[in-house]
């Protein structure tokens, strides 16, 4: 079965669970003050930037914008993952980039079925969504695609991006039994949310072109071929260990 589609917006504050918004960060100087300035505050209680070792501004305009900010090393899984356990009484984890290319008007849209109780994992997809020209390169797209027809092959969940925005309620997240450290994050994520059969929902999102810097990941072709090596490894990871849970389970 394909993923569950939202079309219409949904603009209603969030009441009662406590929303902790995510950031993980790498030399984003330019755009990560703006970004935290963006964000519907009354949706979102608290921020995390978790930032890889910047060498430049990063920490301080992160601070100076209101964010609590931790340092917890190099890895884009590993920054997600310790800010995870750093939103301690937190009930939704949002997940967004800082380099300002993410819709911060999408996060109620991920998060408010959650609050409601209706699903547990929301991510936003690109595919569906509206994007700025030149914001993101068309193997990013065409790589989300694939990873979606891998995960419905295997699990019967098609997703068609693997976009950094999304929601997912703390505590199941944090029993996904998540172990990746780098950019394979976003589909060990997702591989793992499916295979758990999580309620989740695809949301279509803007996407706009980053305020400033480089993609760590499209930036540079050694960059991309790096991320997609990981990707491709993550993905056969997880595709091997879910297999022998579900046969383990079922003897």
Known sequence: MDVRTLTAPVHETIVGPRVTLIIPTLDEEDSIGPVITRIPRELVSHIIVADGGSRDATVPRARAAGAQVIEPGRGYGRACMAAALAADGSDILVFMDGDGADDPSAIAQLAKPIGAGEYDFAIGSRTRGKRAPASVA?????????????TWLLYGVRYTDMCALRAIRRQQLLELGMRELTYGWNIEMQMRAAAAGLRILEIPVDYHCRIGGRSKVAGSLPGSIKAGARIIATFARVAVQTRRARRSDAQ
């Open 138 to 150: 068309w193997h990013q797209l065409a790589a989300g695609g694939v990873a979606g027809l891998g």
